[in-house]
């Protein structure tokens, strides 16, 4: 079965503080992608990253970074110094093969405040 | 930049009516997908579509239908609208891929509520 767990439904920080967001998965597949997008007020979720499972490295964007661990099923996202315009909801995914098309496991998401 | 567009952003309906949800992409994309999204339960897979055509039931296809007559539409059908189809429903597009695990492309979302 394939399964995104984002425990986390909502967290909030003061400006300028780090912040992680969990994320734990379940898959039977070997390869598989895992992505992270961001959900602003306005609606349209943006793609910020995708990761596959043969690739472990951690990747650091900016202030946002992220911790693959196969051994523990998790892509957590760690925002540095966080902004009120990070405040949003974030969801993880995980992409599965399924013949020609992938299907999509979205978690619950997780929102985010950032106070000023 | 990739558009998706929905054609609605707020949408109030009756129960009963036939309700019809459009979504168009302009960057030529194969997929195109309906998703809905409901508090606490995330994102959730309606029907999804490869091709002109072509079609294909995700996790919760009951109470839907679609339709892709051009490349670049896909619509979503609520044949009889019931209160229990209120919700955020997402539209998004995507490359095929040689891998298949190409990034989606969303468009704003549409608030539907059901009365």
């Known amino acids: 079965a394939q399964k995104v767990t984002q425990a986390q439904t909502e967290i909030s920080v003061v400006e300028k503080e780090d912040v992680t967001l969990d994320c734990v998965y379940e898959?039977?597949?070997?390869?598989?992608?895992l992505f992270w997008y961001k959900q602003p007020p306005s609606g349209e979720l943006v793609f910020l990253i995708r990761r596959n499972s043969f690739d472990e490295q951690n990747e650091i964007s900016g202030r946002y970074s992220w911790n693959f661990q196969k051994s523990t099923s998790s892509f957590n996202f760690t925002i540095t110094a966080s902004q009120v315009v990070d405040s949003a909801v974030y969801f993880c995914?995980?992409?599965?093969?399924?013949?020609?098309?992938?299907?999509?496991?979205f978690g619950s998401g997780t929102k985010l405040n950032v106070k000023p | 930049d990739v558009k998706v567009t929905q054609s609605s952003r707020y949408l109030v309906k009756r129960t009963g009516e036939k309700v019809f949800l459009e979504c168009v992409q302009d960057?030529?994309?194969?997929?195109m997908f309906w998703y809905r999204q409901d508090p606490g339960l995330g994102l959730r897979l309606i029907y999804f579509s490869y091709d002109v055509k072509m079609k294909e039931k995700g996790d919760i296809p009951e109470g839907y239908s679609v339709s892709r007559e051009k490349k670049e539409r896909f619509s979503l059908i609520l044949e009889s609208a019931s209160t229990n189809q209120t919700s955020m429903y997402l539209c998004a597009s995507s490359l095929r891929g040689d891998y298949n695990h190409e990034k989606l492309f969303f468009g704003s979302g549409t608030q539907l509520s059901v009365l």
């Open positions: 995914a995980l992409s599965g093969a399924l013949y020609n098309f992938n299907k999509f496991y």
């Open positions: 898959t039977r597949d070997t390869t598989y992608y």
């Open positions: 960057m030529d994309h194969e997929n």
